[in-house]
């Protein structure tokens, strides 16, 4: 069974997937699809959530996401309003 970077953190500190999932508030199927590696589909905010937990970023748990995030960054930069962009740019 492959050993994902969720579940090296989980097992160091000790928590079944059961208690974490009670700690963190997240629904026990989702915490054990996570824990062994099914992480697609699932919200960013869900991740964090348990990132958070550890004390950790997101990408150190579900390294995958650096894609999404990349993709999200490029978004946000092009959707990001132009009066925004030029105050950004504005000397104060």
């Given at each position: 069974m492959k050993e994902t970077p969720m579940?090296?953190?989980?097992?160091?500190?000790?928590?079944?997937?059961?208690?974490?999932a009670r700690r963190t508030g997240i629904k026990l199927s989702t915490v054990h699809r996570l824990d062994y590696g099914g992480g697609e589909g699932f919200a960013i905010a869900t991740k964090k959530?348990?990132?958070?937990?550890?004390?950790?970023?997101?990408?150190?748990?579900?390294?995958?996401?650096?894609?999404?995030?990349?993709?999200?960054q490029m978004f946000a930069r092009i959707e990001e309003p132009e009066p925004a962009r030029k105050a950004k740019g504005a000397k104060r």
């Amino acid at each position: 069974m492959k050993e994902t970077p969720m579940r090296k953190t989980r097992k160091a500190a000790g928590l079944s997937i059961s208690e974490l999932a009670r700690r963190t508030g997240i629904k026990l199927s989702t915490v054990h699809r996570l824990d062994y590696g099914g992480g697609e589909g699932f919200a960013i905010a869900t991740k964090k959530k348990i990132a958070d937990y550890f004390g950790v970023n997101v990408l150190d748990l579900f390294p995958e996401e650096l894609g999404n995030l990349h993709r999200a960054q490029m978004f946000a930069r092009i959707e990001e309003p132009e009066p925004a962009r030029k105050a950004k740019g504005a000397k104060r």
